[in-house]
């Protein structure tokens, strides 16, 4: 909210992290289901605002000045829920201070087969 140029690959840029942080710290259980679902209705109003800012028809398409009043309504829900929970802000932006780990890629399987045991082609009979 404190950029002057809103844009909404920012906002979307945002929800990401929001949505992998909240997933991770759910599988670590640092937070439980219903803080869970209590911030979910959070991340899809930010991918609404996105969305409105982004495919919408141009005389519904919202300014930035009106996305900037949508974000002012959310952030008051996002302190209720941190009022709700305490601590979720501190957990959700530990997340960010860590560097994403990459993944490995998963190794290809191969299983021998004795000579003696591959198929053969049969003959077609003529």
Do not use: C
Request: glycine content about 2%.
């Amino acid at each position: 909210m404190a950029k002057e140029k809103l844009t909404p690959e920012d906002i979307e840029k945002e929800v990401d992290f929001l949505q992998k942080a909240l997933h991770n710290a759910r599988k670590t259980e640092k937070i439980d289901i219903p803080t869970y679902l209590d911030v979910g209705p959070i991340t899809t109003s930010l991918r609404m605002i996105v969305s409105m800012m982004r495919h919408w028809k141009p005389e519904a398409r919202y300014s930035a000045e009106q996305a900037r009043d949508e974000l002012r309504k959310i952030y008051s829900r996002a302190l209720e829920v941190e009022q709700k929970y305490l601590g979720i802000n501190r957990i959700i932006e530990e997340y960010r201070r860590k560097p994403e780990k990459k993944r490995r890629r998963s190794r290809q399987v191969h299983f021998r087969v004795a000579k003696h045991r591959k198929r053969r082609q049969k003959k077609p009979l003529a």
